[in-house]
């Protein structure tokens, strides 16, 4: 499948999760567009100006949490594709963001098995 249509946003505070979930997002096609953001405010932003075809979103975040982002993101395209990555110790906060329209959850630390079958379920269909 050809994914060089494709444009994923991550947001994570962290540099360094960011970067864990793009390098296995890269290891199951190199062809994707990347976007960053770093709080929810800039998934928002960002989400406006490109448009993406699938967002990986973490729950805990300054400016913005993650479920602020979701309903932000939704209410701007209620069809948005977001999948929250978080840990265990959110889950009211997780059942916040399914209910405000995420799609999907990946529990942290990720797997790469855990990241590739949504990518599969997401993309593929």
Known sequence: MDFKD???????????????LKDVIE????????????????AIDKYKEANPNLVFLDIVMPVKDGNAAVKGIIEYDDKADIIIVS???????????????????????????????????????
């Open 87 to 125: 840990s265990v110790g959110t889950q009211s906060q997780l059942k916040s963001a399914i209910e405000a329209g995420a799609k999907d959850f990946i529990q942290k630390p990720i797997s790469e098995e855990q990241v590739l079958k949504v990518l599969s379920s997401h993309l593929e269909g």
């Open 6 to 20: 494709t444009t994923i946003l991550i947001c994570d505070d962290s540099i360094l999760a960011r970067k864990q």
């Open 27 to 42: 290891a199951y096609s190199p062809d994707f567009t990347f976007i960053e953001a770093a709080n929810g405010q800039e």
